[in-house]
């Protein structure tokens, strides 16, 4: 009896084994690929609920306009009764918020000068107050706020005149206003004679508005 028949029955069956087995094998790589595939769309999901938060924030820090401290920013705003926003448009104008130091000797976020501070330090009891302390941010958040509140209220709230002050001192401020009347004119920021000052009021008013749009819930407004 001849055993070709047997022998073809036996290769087929074992190119059918194999065949089956290529299939077998490509069926798991199938299934493994898709469930890494799934498994990088989970991370990357937990990823962005995760670090969303972060890259926007970093990302708006990085940006035109930062934003650092604001819880110390709200506290201030309200025992001065300021808008946050017009704290945080001064800070950016006076320093992008970084620990500086002017040419003429201002210090800190809000760029005080030392004179101003001791001064503000006399009216609010500050007996312990040295110049130093102007580098720690929430003391001169607090010294800075409580100057716009007094030149705020030195000016009737009129934030033109308190910014110009804060800028190029109560005297000169006094000077322009009394023009001014003087000539039957209302005051206005078109109307301050020095140009440096007149450009700090008008980017201040500007970042305040900005603040106010882009970090009206970190600012609590």
């Known amino acids: 009896m001849s055993t070709r028949p047997a022998q073809v029955r036996a290769t087929r069956s074992q190119g059918a084994a ?7 094998r490509r069926a798991a790589t199938r299934r493994r690929r898709w469930l890494f595939g799934l498994l990088v769309v989970v991370l990357c999901a937990v990823g962005v609920k ?28 309200a025992r001065k009764q300021l808008d946050p926003a017009l704290i945080a448009g001064v800070i950016y104008t006076e320093s992008k918020f ?37 580098s ?57 004679p020095f140009p440096e000052t007149r450009a700090y009021v008008a980017r201040v008013m500007r970042a305040q508005q900005d603040y106010r749009r882009t970090y009206a819930k970190r600012l609590g407004l």
């Open 18 to 24: 194999r065949a089956a087995e290529v299939k077998r």
């Open 98 to 134: 970084s620990d500086a130091q002017s040419s003429a000797g201002a210090l800190g976020l809000m760029q005080l000068l030392p004179s101003t501070a001791h001064f503000i330090a006399q009216r609010t009891g500050g007996s312990a107050f040295t110049t130093e302390d102007l």
């Open 136 to 192: 720690t941010p929430d003391v001169n958040i607090a010294y800075g706020s409580w100057y716009l509140r007094y030149l705020l209220d030195t000016y009737d709230d009129n934030e033109v005149l308190a910014l110009a002050a804060y800028n190029g001192g109560e005297t000169n401020v006094n000077r322009w206003v009394a023009q001014a009347h003087e000539d039957g004119k209302a005051f206005t920021v078109d109307q301050i």
């Open 50 to 77: 995760v670090i969303a938060p972060s890259f926007h924030s970093a990302v708006q820090n990085f940006g035109k306009l930062p934003l650092a401290h604001d819880q110390t920013i709200r506290e201030q705003a």
